[in-house]
């Protein structure tokens, strides 16, 4: 094929790569046969396109098509313009070879293709982001998390835990939180179940103290959800470690509860962690601070924002199916039987609670059916969740109640009247009066807790800063109206509860639940039930400051320039910080007497003298070198053995109470000199034994004597 030169007669052959294109065959519009593509033979002087094929077949001036049109680019699919002028006799069709395919990336020059750097404009363009490698993922993965809110809300509440208990775990080893009686009980408590779970999970029940009483373990609450951290350590220093490590995660895990229930609920996250820390640090716990069993309460909060979450409720947003998981039900129904498996002491009103919350979910669930004649959406899996969840709940709470039903059995003087409750009921004056321990309003009320008959478990204020958010609340809050009226009644009716026989006699409040709920005899003490009282504040505290902090994010959104905005988003903190001050303490640590040398050689079962509910905790902690058989026991009753124990080795050693001491099974008795002064054995501790039968030794600062 030869390419005419215009104003000459010649003509030359031209190479094909440069001259002739080969074109995919195309199909017409009218839908003929596709005919095999063609390029022109000769470029006039003008070279107007072909009306014909230029719609279709777009040509360069050389009669090729563009790489562009070969390809499809919509941007570049147009005739190309004629050449004016003439060519040179070599160049000409060169250049108008490479402006045909520039698009395809190659210049074609006298028949190579050579390759082109990159379109003009693509100088500017970013450079591609390079892919990131399984370091840099994970990296990332790590970022997300470590900035989540939920691993911020757990820091936090460790962090906040840790210096609101503060001096807690700076000897952890050598001090108790307020005293070391009721905290030496419980740290022996947590080291049992751990040692015998993996020793002999059979005799669970049957301690080594109260020596040899059946179910001795039941005799108070047991703390046996902590038994995975009393499997690690040994003796009575990793005991009192464990328990400040558990006391400090206990602070932690009820702020976390609590702001885990109120952000399920609707507030926000100031207000949330209002409810958390007012729920934790509410000034009455203060005078808890020696009974873990209530403190450890943060399962019952962090148990109801799981099922909450699981059954897509909230009391902001209502009920939304499409929020339903099972997986949440499950995890709340394992939370919240871990918490009873804490102690009954507040366990029993929950698992009440949890009934109460069912049954009155189940009614309200029909009676909308009913209403609105349509089927409100539920399910199987989560019917199955609750189904399973609620039996098993059920169950962990039987095989607790069984030891404690034993030992009401055996032990008829364990089971309360309504006179002791009388004597623990708090009148409405405690709502308002603080424990000595709480560093802002403990002097204050000096007065207030001295005409209080038992004060450490009667002053019950949740603290004024709390009562000035819930009022607030009541007018100004996320919350619907009936919602705040019902958070409104809870608190007064678990008010009244907590007062006991103080309410009208309790005739029909307390003294009810007294006659009629198994197990609810067993609760020595309605103030308790405060616990309630502070939660359901909290809760309508963080509506009120929930609606305080979308206020001003509206506000600061509106101005421009929005100057006050951070000082008006930082004074939404102020609640905050004004709960945190309020639950300031200046609770003692004193440091736990140390095991005498004698605990640690003397042959079970042994009887340390002298023996009382005080004395004994500390020889409970003792016993954990070992854990051997122990006479000695303290909890919220004593056995009449133990009475009669004490009653006649009161003039050990002589021949009686030795007689009566090996018919029990005794084989030593530790007499702790240091603990003699006042007491019968002041006297006769260095007394001769040899006729009794006995030996006598001096082991350190006691004297061991082997039956």
């Known amino acids: 094929m030869t390419t005419g030169q215009p104003g000459t007669g010649n003509a030359r052959p031209t190479p094909a790569s440069a001259d002739a294109e080969i074109r995919p065959a195309t199909a017409s519009p009218a839908g003929a046969p596709a005919q095999p593509a063609r390029t022109s033979d000769a470029v006039s002087d003008k ?159 049957q301690s080594n103290t109260f020596f040899p009483e059946l179910w001795s373990f039941a005799f108070s609450d047991t703390l046996l959800g902590y038994a995975p951290a009393g499997m690690l350590g040994s003796g009575p220093e990793d005991a009192l470690l464990r328990y400040n490590i558990m006391f400090v995660l206990a602070h932690a895990l009820a702020t976390l509860g609590a702001y885990a229930l109120a952000r399920q609920l609707g507030a926000g996250r100031i207000g949330a962690a209002v409810a958390g820390v007012s729920y934790t640090y509410a000034p009455w716990l203060l005078a808890q601070a020696g009974h873990l069993h209530v403190l450890s309460n943060g399962g019952i909060p962090l148990a109801l924002a799981m099922l909450a979450r699981g059954h897509g409720w909230s009391l902001r947003h209502g009920y939304r199916p499409e929020r339903r998981h099972d997986g949440w039900i499950y995890a709340g129904w394992l939370m919240a039987a871990w918490q009873l498996s804490l102690g009954f002491g507040i366990g029993l009103p929950f698992a009440y609670f949890l009934a109460g919350a069912l049954l009155v979910a189940v009614v309200l669930f029909f009676a909308r059916r009913l209403r609105t004649g349509q089927a409100v ?246 016993s954990t070198s070992g854990f051997p058989d122990v006479v000695n026991g303290g909890s919220g009753f004593t056995p009449r053995q133990l009475d009669d124990v004490r009653r006649v080795s009161q003039s050990f050693p002589d021949q009686t109470s030795v007689d009566y001491l090996r018919t029990l099974g005794v084989r030593s008795v530790v007499l702790l000199r240091g603990q003699v002064v006042g007491t019968p054995w002041e006297i006769s501790i260095d007394a001769p034994v040899e006729s009794l039968g006995i030996s006598r030794q001096d082991v350190g600062d006691a004297v061991v004597y082997r039956l």
């Open 47 to 205: 070279a107007v396109p072909s009306a014909q094929t230029a719609p279709d077949n777009p040509q360069t001036s050389d009669g090729g098509t563009t790489g562009a049109a070969a390809n499809g680019d919509p941007e570049l699919d147009r005739p190309t313009s004629g050449v004016a002028g003439k060519d040179a006799a070599e160049g000409g069709d060169a250049a108008k070879g490479e402006k045909a395919s520039e698009t395809d990336g190659q210049v074609q020059t006298d028949g190579e293709a050579k390759p082109v750097g990159p379109e003009r404009w693509e100088a500017f363009a970013s450079a591609p982001e390079p892919s990131p490698s399984i370091f840099s993922r994970a990296g990332r993965a790590v970022g997300r998390f470590l900035i989540h809110e939920w691993t911020l809300a757990t820091l936090g509440a460790l962090a906040l835990a840790v210096l609101m208990t503060w001096p807690t775990l700076r000897y952890p080893r050598y001090t108790l939180p307020q005293d070391y009686w009721d905290p030496s009980l419980q740290a022996w408590q947590m080291a049992w179940s751990g040692h015998i779970l993996l020793a002999d999970p059979a005799h669970l029940w």
């Open 377 to 622: 959406p539920f399910g199987r899996r989560l019917f199955i969740a609750d189904l399973l969840g609620g039996l098993f709940f059920a169950g962990v709470g039987l095989l607790m109640a069984f030891p404690f039903y034993k030992v009401t059995e055996l032990h008829p003087n364990a089971e309360r009247t309504i006179g002791d409750i009388s004597i623990f009921s708090p009148p409405a004056t405690g709502f308002v009066t603080a424990p000595a321990e709480s560093r802002i309003w403990g002097g204050l009320h000096e007065g207030a807790r001295a005409a209080l008959p038992w004060h450490p478990e009667m002053t019950l204020l949740p603290g004024f800063v709390l009562y000035a958010l819930a009022a607030g609340g009541l007018f100004f809050s996320v919350w619907r109206l009936r919602h705040r009226l019902l958070l409104l009644t809870g608190v007064l009716v678990t008010m009244a509860f907590a007062m006991g026989t103080r309410f009208f006699d309790g005739t029909f409040t307390y003294v009810p639940l007294f006659d009629h709920l198994p197990g609810w005899s067993g609760l020595r003490t309605p103030g308790r039930l405060m616990l309630w009282t502070t939660l359901l504040l909290g809760l309508l505290a963080a509506g009120a400051v929930t609606a305080l902090t979308d206020r001003v994010r509206e506000l600061t959104a509106q101005r421009i320039p929005s100057w006050p905005g951070p000082w008006l988003r930082m004074a939404t903190l102020l609640p905050l910080l004004l709960v945190t001050i309020e639950g300031l303490n200046t609770t003692p640590h004193p440091v736990v007497p140390t095991q005498p040398a004698a605990m640690r050689t003397a042959e079970g079962p042994l009887l340390v003298l002298p023996s009382n509910q005080s004395l004994d905790q500390h020889v409970m902690l003792w």
